[in-house]
């Protein structure tokens, strides 16, 4: 008996990966969707069906490639840290009493 089978611990991506999108940017690309269906159903009661996807379909292109991009560059984490760093101040100072010994 050579002894006991060794069983690696790995982390587990639980994630959701949806169409190139994983993480937060799921949701943001979620949000996007539902907000342009409805802009696009108030335009078409408002206005014309031509008009709503003339306005509707060119800026929903856009927002999901700014966030094909984000997912390209930072990824989920490092876009999760970059909303988190917004939120930081630029510049901390630190006040401390100087003691003099004389």
Same mark, same amino acid.
């Given at each position: 008996?050579?002894? @006991?089978?060794?069983?690696?611990?790995?982390?587990?991506?639980?994630?959701?990966?949806? @169409?190139?999108?994983?993480?937060?940017?799921?949701? @943001? /690309?979620?949000?996007?969707? !539902?907000?342009?269906?409805?802009? %696009?159903?108030? $335009?078409? $009661? *408002?206005?014309?069906?031509?008009? /709503?996807?003339?306005?509707?379909?060119?800026?929903? !292109?856009?927002?999901?490639?700014? $966030?094909?991009? !984000?997912?390209?560059?930072?990824?989920?984490?490092?876009?999760?840290?970059?909303?988190? /760093? @917004?939120? !930081?101040?630029? %510049?901390?100072?630190?006040?401390?009493?100087?003691?003099? *010994?004389?």
């Amino acid at each position: 008996m050579k002894g @006991k089978p060794v069983y690696r611990i790995s982390k587990v991506d639980t994630r959701i990966y949806v @169409k190139g999108f994983s993480g937060v940017l799921v949701y @943001k /690309a979620m949000y996007a969707i !539902l907000i342009a269906l409805g802009v %696009f159903v108030g $335009l078409y $009661l *408002l206005t014309s069906p031509f008009i /709503a996807l003339l306005v509707v379909v060119p800026l929903l !292109l856009v927002v999901l490639y700014q $966030l094909n991009k !984000l997912q390209q560059t930072l990824g989920p984490d490092g876009y999760q840290k970059k909303q988190i /760093a @917004k939120q !930081l101040p630029a %510049f901390v100072s630190i006040k401390q009493e100087i003691k003099q *010994l004389f």
